[in-house]
């Protein structure tokens, strides 16, 4: 998981066609640990501008977000909005996709106190 950190291994990670495949997890019905894992994964690789729209192309803002209600574990939770403020931080269309998700104001609210405008 920790080698999503080097640069150059998230765009080895991302060229060999796993972001669908960490999507999948994200989408899983109920929280489990591939996907926590695939939420930390995915806010790792999303440090890319270039992966970060590989990643919000392959569906996966959408099922972040719900990742965000009371349903999922705290962790769960936390993971998921680091990866959406990783893929926020990317662009304005990313962040305007985030938003129509349903992402709560809360969440908005704090992306803003972080200098990320939505």
Known sequence: MYLAMDAQIAVAIAAAGAIPPLVQHVRAGSPTLSQQNATIVLGMLAENAEIAVTIA????I???VQLLGPGSP??????AAGALKRLACSNAKIRATIAAAGASAGLLQKMKGLGIGV
């Open 57 to 60: 192309a392959a569906g996966a």
């Open 62 to 64: 959408p099922p972040l």
């Open 74 to 79: 705290a962790v769960v939770q936390s993971n």
